[in-house]
């Protein structure tokens, strides 16, 4: 007989023990153990637990193991969460089976040795069977699903809880999830506020929606809402930094005059623009769209163009807008020197357009719904035992559980989006369709965007230059990481795995649009650490600048209207404050958004930050000592970034590596 030690660690997390028996059986190169009961394995919470399997023979070298746990006829049948196993050969040899997911009664789950194998480095039979079997029920469990035309594929679920639990919130997640909602509406149903469909008689009441959550910045923004430069400032730093661009000459459908702006230092408007100080924030993406009825009543939507100057103090501010995209009479320019409501109506208009462009684009598409498609591809084309899947699994934590949420709860048909905002019904799916096809390449790579949008040298844009440094580490690590497993540029082309699985996010996540540029296959090294590098910058950085703020900046309602009562003024000198507050959203509207926005603004207790591995996937030393190398620079970045923060009147924190999630959880 030879002796096998085999060392269970469970994981710690509420719930992760089991009450229940556990039994394993070992398979080799040369034989496979029985079934065994492992009859002194201590299963609590965060336990570590050695026992000892006897064989007849050796089983050569380990190549994966079985775990099952039946129910115990005398207890509750309960989930159990092991991290890994270790088991010592007689010759000594450890062996580590990395599991990190939950195992509940029914069929043994196969987990693999933890060494990473692409497809053709399967050399024995069991391990390309195990591959095989793993991927199909994989395919079974994460099916594709039409969620509407021209907007990317979901996971087929019925709502959260038909998900595989291994994607699942944690029980703490699911716990503070649920009360932070239900706190924020019992709230408001006290006040009597959440059914009140009344205008707001005074802007003032609206301070007294919520108490105690307000954060220093939206206290901030509140007092400074109406200020010029605190308009143009959210067009780099805000929720979306993504749609300012340097314009070198103007829109044909933005016939803005020199003698209608004015430039500081007698200058004109013509040489601002080619001296790069003249900037652009259109919302055609929005054109032709028709606003939803909310409580019976039409909503309204504008589609603006807004001319922005840097001035040579380095102050962006707004100098022209357009609320329509076609000039005509009754589409007039507004100018700050406009009177006060006139100029102020204008820009409440532009902030209403940018909460839909910013929820809608910028967030769900761009950073929900990829996060998603990625995930759901990885799932399954790639086993776990593949080096891309032990490098991008971390991304994808309680991605596919918040999206249901989100489509049940906020772009469903009983939503959020459908009952308190413009962009709601036959609107949200038109806007996606559209944004969809809109979509680039080359416009989730920062780098690339930032030189497209011509934002190279703009200052004080701490989004890009955040941004930027992240997108650097995060390259570096992909590519120490798939270098060392891809020497040349044909295994690349090998891998039929990582092929299956850009061909899929193509497909279903991009609709085989050509135009959009995203890869179709993998010919290069650099070509595949591009892309994985995007999809985690995507997952992780990209939704932390366009979630983080969200109600930093639109927990103070008028500088962020979800909708808009009225439409925009046609002529100039028919605005007050009277008609600006009958435009605004209403109380019962007001009071649903802010609720929305500080929820999703909210940080869980079991945040992982990025750069932090809380589950030992990869078991080779070189990727392990990357894992580590990362985490160190985004520590050195994080205290960059706070040390530059601490000059700043508005700190930029939201990718402050410390406050960006590893993945789309939120």
Partial sequence: MVNYTVTVYTGNRITAGTVN????????????????????????????????????????????????????????????????????????DVYTFPVHCWICSGDAQIFREGTALRIFDESHSLGQNARKEELIQRSADYEWDSYAPGVPHTIKADGPLTLPVAVQFSFTKATEFLFTVVAGLVELKIKGLADNPENWKNLDDIDDVFHNKDTPLSDYVQEHWKEDW?????????????LIQRIKTLPENFPVTDDMVSIPGFSNLYNEMKQGNVYLCDYKNLDGILAHTIQGMQQHLVVPLVLLHKRPDDK??????????????????????????????????????????????????????????FAVSLLRNLPMVHPLYKLLIPHTRYT?????????????????????????GEALTKILDRSLSSITYRSLCIPDDITDRDMQDVPNFYYRDDGLQLWNIIFKFVQGVIQFYYKSDDEVQRDSEVQTWIGDIFQYG???QPQTGIPQSFTTVPELTKFVTMVIFTSSCQHAAVNGGQYDYGGWMPNNPATMQRPPPTKKGTTSEATMLATLPPINVTVQTMAILWLLSRKSSDFVPLGHYNEDHYTEATPRQLQAAVA?????????????????????TYLDPKNVENSVAI
């Avoid at 605190?230 to 993504?242: D, E, K, M, R, S």
């Avoid at 507004?334 to 967030?363: C, G, M, Q």
């Avoid at 160190?632 to 930029?652: F, K, T």
Wanted: proline residues 7%; aromatic residues 8%; glycine residues 4%.
């Fill in 316 to 373: 962006l501010m707004p100098i022209a807008i357009q609320l329509k995209q076609t000039p005509a009479k009754d589409n007039p320019i507004f100018l700050p020197t406009d009177s006060t409501y006139d100029w102020l109506t204008a820009k409440i208009f532009v902030r209403s357009a940018e909460f839909v462009e910013h929820e809608l684009n910028a967030h769900l598409l761009r950073t929900h719904l990829l996060a998603e498609i």
């Fill in 632 to 652: 160190a620079e985004l520590d050195m970045l994080s205290i960059v970034i706070n040390n530059r923060n601490e000059g700043l009147e508005i700190p930029y």
């Fill in 510 to 512: 991009f609709l085989s």
């Fill in 400 to 424: 596919l559980h918040i999206n249901e949420l989100a489509r049940k709860q906020l772009i469903g048909p009983t939503g959020f989006f459908n009952n308190f905002t413009a962009s709601g």
């Fill in 21 to 92: 028996n556990v039994y394993i059986k070992m398979v080799g190169t040369d034989g496979k153990s029985n079934r065994t009961w492992l009859k002194s394995l201590v299963t609590s919470r965060g336990s570590v637990s050695t026992c000892t399997v006897s064989c007849p023979n050796s089983l050569g070298r380990l190549v994966l193991i079985e775990l099952d746990k039946p129910p115990n006829p005398d207890s509750r049948d309960d989930a159990w969460f092991p991290e890994k196993v270790e088991i010592k050969s007689p010759k000594n």
């Fill in 230 to 242: 605190l308009f143009a400032y959210q067009f780099l730093n805000g929720v979306n930094p993504t």
